[in-house]
């Protein structure tokens, strides 16, 4: 997808545990469901299933957050389909093959999807991953916090400039952020219907 003689990333990737039906989201079953699914997800050093170690304190955060950002892309013109969006990458993540670990590889499937299956008024993305962004906004860290991009929602027009701008989060955009921490720039996908033809 070319923007301004740059080359933008066009595709996600959608992470999900093997086994399991992707593009599901936690915040759409009932409390108890998705707390014991969360606890069943745990695992132990896994950089992408040791965020729910404490499954009822993550689902309550991950609600209320999700709630922000729903009222946020509407606000900008958005037109979600869903309360609770459904989440990806925007390409693929040098801050994740750097840090998978064995037990994440041997656990987790993925499914790319082109970008271009989504209207603008379907997605909306953060930088970093969500419940990163909102947690330094929240906590305004000054090692790590910044203004212009963490707690905000951005739509595909604002994201492609940010991307022509400053390059992608731990390549050509130099970004200071905690290892273990995700790095990479999270889609949320607001519309079910544009993946179905992917499960």
């Not at 301004?4 to 009932?30: C, T």
């Not at 499937?109 to 379907?122: Q, R, T, W, Y």
């Not at 991953?129 to 947690?135: E, F, I, L, R, T």
């Not at 991009?149 to 951005?154: A, I, M, Q, R, S």
Request: hydrophobic share 35%.
């Amino acid at each position: 997808m070319p923007r301004n003689g740059k080359v933008m990333i066009d595709y996600l990737i959608h992470y999900y545990r093997k086994g399991s039906e992707p593009f599901q989201s936690l915040s759409a079953l009932s409390e108890i469901d998705a707390v014991e699914l969360m606890s069943n997800l745990y695992i132990q050093g896994a950089i992408f299933w040791e965020r729910f170690k404490h499954p009822a304190e993550y689902l309550s955060r991950r609600r209320e957050i999700e709630n922000t950002m729903h009222q946020e892309f509407i606000s900008k013109g958005g037109d979600p389909k869903l309360h609770f969006p459904i989440y990806m990458v925007l390409g693929r993540s040098k801050w994740a093959l750097e840090v998978v670990d064995e037990s994440t590889l041997e656990t987790t499937a993925e499914i790319e999807v082109p970008l271009s299956i989504f209207n603008k008024s379907d997605i909306s993305f953060t930088y970093p991953d969500s419940m990163v962004s909102y947690m330094f906004a929240k906590q305004k860290d000054p090692k790590f916090y910044q203004p212009d991009y963490h707690g905000k929602v951005f739509t595909l027009p604002e994201i492609v400039k940010i991307i022509n701008d400053n390059g992608m989060p731990g390549e050509e955009w130099k970004t200071n952020m905690p290892k273990n921490l995700a790095h990479y720039i999270e889609a949320q996908v607001w519309n079910k219907k544009p993946l179905l033809g992917f499960i």
